[in-house]
């Protein structure tokens, strides 16, 4: 019981933590790429630039990659904005792993206390010899019933948590991924 407590202290943890930082991930200016776009075509590559490092965000440290590969092969340019969505991407999932194991983890041991439980009922029997009674039994039963709910109930939390990061990140890879491509169009539109 100890193990499935401390077990779901960190899962609410790491689901209110990766929660925040997620949702902070994917705020969006909402005339940033309209900002970039009037830049590259104004030819303004270094306020483009210092629009990315004064907005903290995955999409802005993308663009910023790729307007530091400007005049390089649009390839060199796309495979540099992409490099830095993966490692944006890692950055949003870190410890969700420990939220899977958690919801996978949790009603195994709360299995474990049931067969623990049901193991002290069987001894407390076979150590009463013809004496046995109801209360003698009900406490590894007790156990076992406890245990069980318990690692249900922990595990249920830590998946639903878990597939809840998971959609939010989905989402914003989505949007990471959209704002890659109006990148590159950017860069082969003809300057105004």
């Known amino acids: 019981m100890a193990i499935l407590g401390v077990f779901s202290i960190i899962a609410m943890y790491i689901f209110i933590e990766r929660y925040f930082v997620i949702i902070k991930a994917s705020r969006e200016e909402s005339n940033f790429m309209n900002n ?19 907005t903290y965000s995955p999409i802005s440290r993308m663009i910023e990659k790729g307007l530091q590969r400007i005049g390089k092969p649009l390839g060199d340019i796309n495979a540099a904005i992409e490099n830095v969505g993966k490692l944006e991407v890692s950055r949003l999932e870190k410890n969700i792993a420990g939220l899977a194991t958690i919801s996978g983890a949790a009603p195994m041991l709360g299995f474990l206390g049931t067969v623990i439980g049901m193991i002290r009922a ?24 406890v245990t069980t709910v318990a690692g249900l109930v922990v595990g249920i939390m830590a998946y639903i948590m878990y597939n809840i990061l998971v959609a939010r990140i989905e989402k914003l890879i989505y949007k990471l991924e959209a704002r890659a491509t109006e990148f590159m169009d950017l860069l082969h539109e003809p300057a105004k």
């Open 122 to 145: 069987f001894y407390d029997m076979s150590m009463a010899g013809n004496n046995i009674d109801i209360a003698l039994l009900s406490g590894g039963i007790y156990q076992a019933m």
């Open 36 to 54: 970039i776009r009037d830049f590259i075509h104004n030819g303004r590559v270094d306020s483009a630039l210092s629009l990315c490092k004064n």
